[in-house]
T-cell receptor
Framework: NAGVTQTPKFQVLKTGQSMTLQCAQD?????MSWYRQDPGMGLRLIHYSVGAGITDQGEVPNGYNVSRSTTEDFPLRLLSAAPSQTSVYFC?????????????FGSGTQLSVL | AQRVTQPEKLLSVFKGAPVELKCNYSYSGSPELFWYVQYSRQRLQLLLR??SRESIKGFTADLNKGETSFHLKKPFAQEEDSAMYYC????????????FGQGTELSVKP
């Protein structure tokens, strides 16, 4: 049981490049989400999904796209990377029963945009 | 506005001293609050949730709706408690989303 798997662990991009951060979970969780972690800002929600085919914006969605074609996968796309997107990105998932389920986090992706 | 505030970036205490990590929230609905912890080189994980009224690793947190607070407390800090602590608020919207505070780094010195 792998839990929540994020790839890659590290990535360096040039301004304007695009890339996709991958997130997969094998726990059949309905809920998946992406956060970015920045010093002094804590964790900020980028996008989330409550099931396949359903996504919604979080607190800081600009510059990021997501899709949820399967229950297992929730990729995060940066279409044109900017230095302001340098951050550590975390994917998280949970069951969706009453909203009180704990989140399971991935190990994070450290992204640098030059 | 929905918001979680942790006013202290860093809290440093000596082993055996009491610890209180502050968390205040702003939410018009009925709040459901959590504490998550990130130990060095480990993943973020749930520490406790207010609805369970539980004590985990000696930590407790009481929801005070009058003061809109959910402070995390431990009577005697241990060195292994050193970590980053995040307070989180569940927002009920299309299934719910969790928003986090800025985090407090707890350092317990020997």
């Amino acid at each position: 049981n792998a839990g929540v798997t994020q790839t890659p662990k590290f990535q360096v991009l040039k301004t304007g490049q695009s890339m996709t951060l991958q997130c997969a979970q094998d726990m059949n969780h309905e809920y998946m989400s992406w956060y970015r972690q920045d010093p002094g800002m804590g964790l900020r929600l980028i996008h989330y999904s409550v099931g396949a085919g359903i996504t919604d914006q979080g607190e800081v969605p600009n510059g990021y796209n997501v899709s949820r074609s399967t229950t297992e996968d929730f990729p995060l796309r940066l279409l044109s990377a900017a230095p302001s997107q340098t951050s550590v990105y975390f994917c998280a998932s949970s069951r969706l029963t009453g909203g009180n389920e704990k989140l399971f986090f991935g190990s994070g992706t450290q992204l640098s945009v030059l | 506005a929905q918001r979680v505030t942790q006013p202290e970036k860093l809290l440093s205490v000596f082993k055996g001293a009491p610890v209180e990590l502050k968390c205040n929230y702003s939410y018009s609905g009925s709040p459901e609050l959590f504490w998550y912890v990130q130990y060095s080189r480990q993943r973020l994980q749930l520490l406790l949730r207010h609805i369970s009224r539980e004590s985990i690793k000696g930590f407790t947190a009481d929801l005070n709706k009058g003061e809109t607070s959910f402070h995390l407390k431990k009577p005697f800090a241990q060195e292994e408690d050193s970590a980053m602590y995040y307070c989180a608020l569940l927002i009920y919207n299309q299934g719910g989303k969790l928003i986090f505070g800025q985090g407090t780094e707890l350092s317990v010195k020997p």
